[in-house]
Every structure is written in structure tokens, then in C-alpha cells.
């Protein structure tokens, strides 16, 4: 993770993109190192969210390209499972999308929005919304801890 802080703004928002993928990557360090050295914070929590943002969007659209029977064949999902996702996304809608910034099921939750073909934009609002708050979060956290 250092090896991406030391690229500055890139660095941290490809560790942000990567992270919102099915890749196991921890943005949060890159963002904190950065923020330990003097970055400015707005602008880390801007590109952190950026970043993050367009790799669950990124999923998202990968969701978009699934088929029934890919999953079957290469998961042994059934379609009886496969229509109990769909119904709780269809209860809940697009503001599930909010909760994609959510460790482990965060990803899978952004391929199943794009699977299920929920509206896009409704859901690009709210991934937005759920990854900045989640990184201004932290963010603050990491600038009171080190400020305080």
C-alpha cells in the first residue's frame, strides 16, 4: 500500500478504484498515509471518492453483462436463489447502492445492481453518496487522530 502513497493523488485513486473491485485492497491506508503527509484533505477525500466511486461503478456495469445461465453453470446459483436477490433488490431499490462501500458484500451488492439492470442512475447517486461519507469518515478520523 505505501508503494501506491508514494504516487501522490494517482496512487490513492488507484487504490480506490481497485478497492471498490472484487480485488482485496485497503484504500484507506493510502488515504491516511497521504493525509499524514500533508495532503491536502478535501482534495484526497475528493479523489478517494472519485476513485472508489467509478470502480463500483466499473462493477456495476461488469453485473450489467451477466447472464442466468453463467451462473449457474460456473456458481451452482439456482434460479430460485438467484430471484430471491432480485426480489430484496427490488423491495429496497436502487438506495441499496449506498451500502457499496460496505467491506465484502459491498462488491457483489454493485455486481448485482448492474446484474439485476437497476437504474443507473438512481444508483450512481447513491454509490456516490455512501463512498463519500464513508471516506469523509475516515478521513476525519485520521486528521483529528494525527491534528489532535
Known sequence: MESYA?????GLFLASFLAATILPMSSEIVLSLLIANHYNLA?????ATLGNWLGGMTSYGLGR???WG???KYFKI???KIRSFKTKIDRYGSI???FCWLPILGDPLAVGLGFFKTKITSVA???????????GVWGGITYWGINA
Do not use: N, P, S
Open 78 to 80: 439456482t434460479r430460485k
Open 125 to 135: 447517486f447513491w454509490m456516490f453518496w455512501g463512498k463519500l461519507i464513508r471516506y
Open 70 to 72: 453463467f451462473l449457474h
Open 65 to 67: 453483462l451477466g447472464k
Open 6 to 10: 508514494e504516487w501522490g493523488y494517482l
Open 43 to 47: 482534495m484526497c477525500l475528493g479523489v
Open 96 to 98: 441499496m447502492a449506498f
